[in-house]
């Protein structure tokens, strides 16, 4: 029996997870014990991959659609030269930019890397990621308050906490394995703290939750804040040699007295009082957040506001503290990082002219061919094709059809397509319905490449099943169409996803994300340069313990702008908040690979539901199981069944996302800077079926 380790390609903490094969077959997964992200845990979505080895059709080949709208199976090198052919058709009758693609956050950091390379570089046009439907509103205010993308903690942080303040985020459900790390704190008489309007999982068994009404996280951070510095309960010699602009924000925040607060969250001044008294008092406070905050109209400057509170209280930089995003898929940090679709590979700016250049002589290309602008976002993408300015569209690793808010824009844009190219493990998926053309691709267990985790650790997948007849990656696919496009010298440097990472190494040198000093099939987080490597021996590392930040005077920014009016408000049309999230741990997104997992099927329920308040339920003679038609602000309507819980608060609704109906009613609004969906806040009434 052959044993190999391997990383886990499902949630941002990238388990490592050791499969051992027989015959060509895994026939046990255990997680690996001394894997200092995980060490002998996991849940059960990374222990259940082994079922992929039957659900993935093995050696299945591409399909292009006929004239009679069937699909018919093709060879590689047919499917690559029509694919390549039709781009090229579409951009020369209607424009470079009339071809988009939409890339993921659960590809290997090579196969963005070539994605970008093909489509921003080589094609000069737009490719966004669903890393925007979840870490762009983190990703932008990073790098406004800390200089450049680069979350400070590790995962250890959890342990050494004495005060953990989880803000929008159910890691309970989304991220077992921070859950287990904040279990495993053993510092005495340690507080956790849950801030969401349900009381989710991680409330239940939090100290302490504070119940606020949805989208009053910004008002509640800057009256924290406005309490922190009237107690003088600030550090001083922190923020005078390590932070910009504190004395603007100070005398900002003298708006937000604390009856401001209690007007906007609901939560009693004696309360807030409590929360600011326990960030006063912890010795180590650590502040978390995820979609709760980042899928929100205003949820860059609420990312800011959380910062803004670390810095004051100097808790960043020390063990247990930061203010700290916790990133949802496998290799999100990746492509922030290196899709080359809102900066360049590495984090530079595409209007940095000699960075470019230095780019475009590592990765072998003629520096006028290299992107010159971000791209354009993942809505005015579908808002594109539906106008009929985008004809051709590239989607691989990702479900819009499903994932995308108010989804039925996504349908519309579908069938609007000449050029469709779905490249997905599985066929049945729901984006797959109009493709013109479908890429079946090998699972993560037949590939090797790298993922960078929520804690910066570059985290080696490796082969742990050997391929079959006509079996290829989604870096060989991308390859595929750009040798069939023509690309010649611009694509010889790129043959194998190791050669790839050694270019992206070169290109790490000297930026902050430095990992020039690990090696293929390596797992280290950066930053980790070539010739410090003892220096930076340490397995859990965090960034900014010397106060020195990536900004170019290296010091923090305090930023922040006054409140914006809810685009969504409560009426008597839409009297309820449509809350949207995470179901159960088994569960992944749109399921495609969690619906095969017989464990997670047997426990989950097949059709649409969602949580509603016992009063409400009691009022309007629903029951448990009923089903009501729910009616939302964007105009659509969809049946769910009914969860009757006390856990949802009166005047709201939760529907998890795992059933394309969820997505069919949140409203297309956008949070300005990061233009993340505001997938959390629409509104909504229902009656009963
Ligand atoms: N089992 C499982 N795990 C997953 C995933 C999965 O699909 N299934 N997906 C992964 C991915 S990609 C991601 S991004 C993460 C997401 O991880 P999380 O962000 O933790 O999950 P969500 O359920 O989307 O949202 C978290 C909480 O935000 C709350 N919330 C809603 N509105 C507000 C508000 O106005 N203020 C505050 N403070 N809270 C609010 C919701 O009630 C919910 O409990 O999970 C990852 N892990
Ligand atoms: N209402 C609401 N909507 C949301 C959210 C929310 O909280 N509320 N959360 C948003 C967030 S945070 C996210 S991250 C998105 C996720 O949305 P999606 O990215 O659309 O969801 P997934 O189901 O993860 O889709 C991944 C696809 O990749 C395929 N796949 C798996 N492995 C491979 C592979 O190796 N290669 C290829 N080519 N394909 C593969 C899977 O079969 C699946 O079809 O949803 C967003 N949508
Ligand atoms: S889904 Fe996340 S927590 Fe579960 S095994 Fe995979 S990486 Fe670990
Ligand atoms: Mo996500």
Known sequence: MQKVQSTCNFCAIDCNL????????????????????????????????????TTVKPGALPKIRQGDGSMKEVSWDQAFNHVAGKIKELQEKYGRESVAGISTGQLTLEEFAIFGHVMRNYLQTNVDGNTRLCMASAAVAHKGTLGYDAPGYTLQDLELSDTLIFIGANPVVAHPIVWGRVRNNKVPGHKIIVIDPRRSETAMNADYHYEIRPRSDLALMYTLANILIEKDWIDHEFIEAHTNKFDEFAQFVKAFPISRGVE???????????????????????FWWTM???????????????????????????????GNSITGQCNAMGSRLFSNTTCL????????????????????????????????????????????????????????????????????????????????????????????????????????????????????????LPRGENEISDYECILGVA????????????????QCFDMLRDISRGRPCDFSGVKWDEGRQWPYPEGREAEFADDQRRLYSDGVFFTPNGKANFLFEEL????????????????????TVGQWHTQSRTKEVKFVEDVSLKKA????????????????????????????????????????????????????????LTPSSYDKYSREPNYKGGTCRFEKV
């Not at 400057?301 to 503290?321: C, D, F, H, V, Y």
């Not at 694509?491 to 190791?498: A, F, H, L, M, N």
Request: net charge negative; aromatic share 10%; charged share 25%.
């Open 18 to 53: 050791d499969f051992y094969v027989e015959d060509g077959k895994i026939v046990r997964t255990v997680p690996t014990k001394g894997y200092p992200v995980n060490d002998g845990f996991s849940c059960i979505k990374g222990l259940s991959l082994s079922k992929q080895q």
């Open 264 to 286: 906007a969250t609901g939560i009693s001044e004696d309360r807030i009082m409590e929360l600011a008294t326990m960030i006063h008092t912890g010795k180590a406070v650590s």
């Open 292 to 322: 709760g905050v980042n899928q929100g109209y205003e949820a860059v400057t609420t990312a800011r506001a959380i910062m803004n509170l670390a810095l004051m209280t100097g808790n960043i930089g020390k063990p247990g503290t930061g």
């Open 345 to 464: 590979f590495g984090g530079g700016d595409f209007t940095d002219e000699a960075e470019s250049r230095r780019l475009a002589d590592i990765i072998g290309i003629d520096p006028d061919l290299m992107a010159k602008k971000p791209t354009i976002p993942y809505n005015k993408i579908i808002e594109g094709i539906n106008a009929g300015e985008i004809k051709g569209l590239w989607i691989l690793c990702t479900n819009p059809r499903h994932s995308w808010t108010n989804n039925e824009t996504f349908a519309e844009a579908a069938k609007k397509l000449e050029l469709f190219v779905v490249q997905d493990i599985y066929d049945n998926i729901e984006s797959a319905e109009d493709a013109t053309v479908y890429f079946p691709v090998v699972p993560g267990i037949k590939k090797a490449g790298t993922y960078i985790n929520l804690e910066r650790r570059m985290s080696a997948m490796r082969p742990v």
């Open 483 to 498: 040798k069939a496009l023509g690309m010649g010298s611009a694509i010889e440097r790129w043959e194998t996803p190791e």
């Open 564 to 583: 914006l009016d809810n685009p969504y408000v409560q009426t008597e049309e839409f009297p309820l908040i449509y809350n949207t999230g995470r179901g």
């Open 609 to 664: 539901y969602l949580y509603m308040n016992t009063k409400m339920a009691e009022e309007n003679d629903v029951h448990e199981m009923d089903q009501v038609r729910v009616y939302s602000v964007n105009g659509q309507n969809a049946v769910f069944y009914v969860k009757v819980t006390d856990n949802v608060p009166y005047d709201q609704l939760y529907a998890p996302i795992h059933y394309i109906e969820c997505n069919k």
